[in-house]
């Protein structure tokens, strides 16, 4: 769907698989958040812009290349914070940048509750980090206010998104691009994925009231 990428892969699949089960503890639930974040930056950072860098071997010199662009990392509190490490570990000169975003219950729609984006200076890449792309609120609110910063290029990176998020995200924010590991046909009357996982903030920091 335009600029949306599902990542195929088995290990994807298999991890996803897990992350859904009711049974997953909130500690293996935080690793295999923390693994998809890993395979979802490798696929949304293909196009990243390098340039060529001379390094001294032991034996003699060799052309590679580095990074030439500022890279933002983008968690939407709080469930975005379990993607960071991971992809800090991937691209550790990338800067961190947090928004707080939470979703009003009688409404669905997101709530801007902190940010603190500087006036000048955005990044030249912005990967917004969020678990699920539920109503895609809070993704269109993320890149509003990156628009607003100056950010050019901007990915939403989620693990589980619905068609309905993918489809508001792509009508507001049509040039930003989608990498996801799984998309979901459904949202429920509390517009929570179907099939989903429930809440990942809960699921993932052990806050889930008791059953």
């Known amino acids: 769907?335009?600029?949306?990428?599902?990542?195929?892969?088995?290990?994807?699949?298999?991890h996803v698989t897990r992350l859904r089960d009711r049974a997953?503890?909130?500690?293996d639930f935080r690793h295999l958040v923390s693994r998809l974040a890993v395979?979802?930056?490798?696929?949304?950072?293909?196009?990243?812009?390098t340039e060529p860098h001379i390094v001294q071997t032991p034996l003699t010199t060799a052309t590679g290349g580095r990074l030439r662009e500022r890279i933002g990392l983008v968690p939407?509190?709080?469930?975005?914070?379990?993607?960071?490490?991971?992809?800090?570990?991937?691209i550790p000169e990338a800067e961190?940048?947090?928004?707080?975003?939470?979703?009003?219950?009688e409404t669905a729609q997101p709530?801007?509750?902190?940010s603190k984006l500087p006036p000048d200076r955005p990044v030249d890449v912005a990967l917004i980090l969020d678990p699920m792309l539920a109503t895609g609120g809070s993704a269109v609110s993320a890149l509003a206010e990156l628009n607003d910063w100056g950010v050019k290029r901007e990915k939403v990176l989620s693990i589980i998104a619905s068609r309905d998020g993918i489809a508001e995200v792509g009508s507001q924010y049509p040039e930003a691009e989608i990498?996801?590991?799984?998309?979901?046909?459904?949202?429920?009357?509390?517009?929570?994925?179907?099939?989903?996982?429930?809440?990942?903030?809960?699921?993932?920091f052990n806050t889930l009231e008791p059953q």
Do not use: S
């Open 76 to 90: 939407i509190l709080r469930a975005g914070l379990g993607m960071v490490d991971p992809i800090l570990n991937l």
């Open 39 to 49: 395979l979802l930056a490798y696929e949304a950072t293909q196009d990243l812009q």
């Open 179 to 204: 990498c996801v590991c799984a998309v979901d046909d459904d949202l429920n009357a509390q517009k929570f994925i179907v099939p989903g996982l429930g809440d990942a903030g809960d699921r993932m």
């Open 111 to 114: 709530v801007k509750y902190y």
């Open 1 to 14: 769907e335009g600029n949306t990428v599902a990542v195929n892969h088995p290990l994807v699949l298999h």
């Open 96 to 105: 961190v940048w947090h928004l707080g975003l939470y979703r009003d219950e």
């Open 24 to 27: 997953t503890t909130p500690e």
